[in-house]
């Protein structure tokens, strides 16, 4: 019966040992911003990421990719997988893959993702009353008419726009 929790109380330490822990699982940025993406493990014997574009990057300290924009910048290589990403790109936005090789008896690979969101702004913003589009603002004469269906639609926007509709100075949640 010992055994058996020797077993389990290995199993579950080898297991603390090859878990991923990322500071942010989502990072929001400008085109030409800088973005640092984290992964902590122990035992860190290889730290790759991969590019929303599948490119492969090997992060080690002294090693940089695209000419100095992408590079490490974490504090410990045997803890610490972090990227330093700057003069934001486009083809930054999406899915980061960070895998790291750990050596703790064996050899285990894990990853975790981290998602850059490229901020854009909308394409057109608009309101449609009544499903007639009427532009950029509008006026409504409540004394006419006590019942409008109002729509508010921004086009290809990153992250989607948020809209406040507000009556005077007060928020207005729709309820009248």
């Known amino acids: 019966m010992e055994l058996i929790h020797v077993a389990i109380l290995l199993a579950v330490i080898f297991q603390a ?54 590079s490490y910048s974490g504090e410990d290589e045997s803890t610490d997988c972090s990227v330093r990403i700057t003069n934001i790109e486009e ?8 895998i790291l090789t750990t050596v703790s008896g064996e050899t285990r690979t894990v990853e975790e993702a981290v998602s850059v969101i490229v901020s854009k702004a909308p394409v057109s913003v608009r309101l449609e009353v009544d499903g007639q589009n009427v532009g950029q603002t509008m006026v409504v004469n409540f004394r006419q008419t006590n019942s409008k269906q109002v729509h508010c639609i921004s086009e290809r926007a990153r992250p989607a726009a948020t809209f406040t509709w507000m009556l005077g100075e007060d928020k207005f949640n729709g309820n009248a």
């Not at 902590?40 to 924009?69: D, Q, V, Y």
């Not at 083809?91 to 960070?98: A, F, H, L, R, V």
Request: glycine share 8%.
């Open 17 to 70: 040992q090859c878990s991923v822990s990322v500071d942010e699982r989502s990072v929001e940025v400008r085109p030409g911003d800088e973005a640092n993406l984290s992964c902590r493990s122990s035992n860190i014997a290889a730290c790759i990421f991969n590019s929303p574009s599948g490119e492969t990057l090997f992060m080690k300290r002294g090693i940089n990719h695209e000419n100095g924009r992408i």
């Open 91 to 98: 083809k930054d936005n999406g899915i980061w893959k960070c």
